[in-house]
């Protein structure tokens, strides 16, 4: 089967595709028939030599498809059933084993794009909006709003009925592309000021760009961190806004209330089949997953960026 592996640690061009065995599923494995594949930030990491994960490896990620085979110990799936969620490695292929556990059922009349959306940047955008309280009336901040994760958010904190919603985005395209998906105001991070204060920011940023997110708050305002990318936030500042900081990891937020996760995705089910929720992607066949990831290196992707296995040239 065909793999796009990482053959070095000099960024997007050391992906390539090559010619594997195809997996087996493991115990408490399913197989899956990759639909499509998406492109997240920390890949970039990987890329670049973080962790120096022996070579050649292949990045993890969110994906739809469907079982192709059922591992031991699996209950509740069969061979053919359409499931999305997360892997840790091993993402870039036409077969790829899944822990059953990270993986929930995808309807059948929804896009695979669409369900992505759902299973993992839809589901981050929903988590930060509820970790910070949003509430009807609330005025919200998105940071990253174009990304992934932020172009949910923007939509979402709209649907939920954010009394104005801005955006903070690196490039003129971004900011664009951020107001035809029906943000209110849209701010560059180098901007002097980003506008009237706000009850709410989801930063998705995170290092400098977080404190200024908190500075962005009205007094009493909430601050939801959820950048992989850590920062440093001046106390003295919440101290004088009397400020909430919430952190969001949704790992964690799986492991202990596995009960809010599955609400979320309930409620964005319903939001897609409404179209409140209209995910944005831009896709590319597997043989070219180096240009997607050099689209995110770039920091241009404007909404996901996925890898489409039915791009795939006929053989
Ligand atoms: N809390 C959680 O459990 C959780 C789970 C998943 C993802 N996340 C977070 O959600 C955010 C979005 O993730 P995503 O995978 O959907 O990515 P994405 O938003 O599709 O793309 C990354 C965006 O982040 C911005 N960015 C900031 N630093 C960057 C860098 N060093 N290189 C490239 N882009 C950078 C860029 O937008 P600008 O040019 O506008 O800055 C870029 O468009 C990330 O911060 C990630 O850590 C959190």
Redesign the pocket.
């Known amino acids: 089967m065909r793999k796009v592996r990482m053959h070095g640690y000099d960024g997007p061009s050391a992906l390539r595709l090559d010619e594997v065995p195809a997996p087996l599923a493991g115990p408490g494995e399913l197989l899956v028939r990759v639909e499509v594949a998406g492109l ?3 890949v ?1 990491k990987v890329l670049n030599g973080f962790g120096r994960v022996p070579l050649p490896h292949t990045p993890g990620g969110d994906l739809v498809g469907r079982v192709e085979a059922v591992g031991q110990g699996v209950k509740g799936y069969r061979v053919g059933d359409r499931v999305g969620g997360v892997v840790f490695q091993d993402l870039y292929a036409e077969l790829v084993p899944v822990q059953a556990a990270l993986v929930t059922p995808v309807p059948e009349e929804i896009a695979a794009a669409d369900a992505l959306a759902v299973v ?2 839809g589901l ?1 955008a929903l988590a930060a909006l509820r970790a910070g309280r949003l509430e009807r009336g609330d005025s919200v901040l998105i940071t ?7 172009h949910l958010a923007v939509q979402l904190a709209r649907a939920l009925g954010a009394s104005r919603v801005v955006a903070a ?3 003129a395209a ?1 900011a664009e592309f951020v107001r035809g998906l029906g943000a209110d105001e849209v701010v560059r ?1 180098q901007d002097a000021a980003w506008g009237e204060p706000v009850d709410l920011v989801v930063d ?3 290092g400098q760009v977080l404190q200024r997110a908190a500075e962005a708050l009205v007094p009493f305002g909430r601050l939801v961190v ?4 850590g920062g440093t936030l001046d106390a003295g500042v919440l101290l004088r806004g009397m400020h909430t900081v919430t952190g ?4 964690q937020l799986s492991r202990l209330r596995p009960d809010l996760v599955e609400s979320h995705r309930a409620e964005l089910w319903a939001l897609l089949a409404d179209g409140a929720l209209r995910p944005v992607a831009e896709r590319f066949p597997l043989e070219r997953a180096a240009e997607a990831a050099e689209v ?2 770039a ?1 241009a ?1 404007l909404g ?2 996925l890898l489409d296995l039915s791009l795939e040239p006929a053989a």
């Not at 969001?248 to 790992?251: E, N, V």
């Open positions: 997240t930030l920390p970039l993992r940047g981050v990253a709003a174009a990304g992934g994760v932020g985005v690196g490039s971004k991070y998705s940023v995170g959820n950048s992989g990318a969001l990891a949704m790992a995110l290196a920091r992707n996901k960026l």
